[in-house]
């Protein structure tokens, strides 16, 4: 019974220990290895992306703060009229448009 037992475990660890399986069992885990290693970097890239995306949003957040300021001094009609003529060169019927080049 013991010689059985004992002959049963041979049997087991020359299949465990065999090359096929030796074979598939490195295989799986070099498999799982580049899985790691592929997410881990996917996760480099993202978290650069990431603090990037961050940077523009702040800076987007002061553009609009600036923008607002702006919009919020220019209360009256007056102040909006004289804004768009200074940018965008438009003008009152009867008027016209005069541009000063420097050299």
């Not at 399986?21 to 490195?26: A, G, K, N």
């Not at 800076?59 to 919009?71: L, Q, T």
């Amino acid at each position: 019974m013991v010689l059985r037992e004992f002959q049963e475990k041979k049997i087991a660890r020359r299949l465990i220990f065999s090359a096929p399986v030796l074979v598939v069992v490195l295989a799986l885990s070099f498999w799982m290895i580049y899985g790691v290693v592929s997410a881990f970097v996917t996760l480099r890239e993202l978290s650069g992306k990431n603090q990037k995306l961050s940077q523009d949003l702040e800076e987007i957040k002061k553009s609009r703060k600036v923008v607002e300021e702006k919009v919020n001094i220019m209360d009256t009609e007056y102040d909006i009229d004289f804004e768009a003529r200074k940018n965008f060169n438009l003008k009152k019927p009867g008027e016209e448009v005069i541009l000063f080049v420097e050299e």
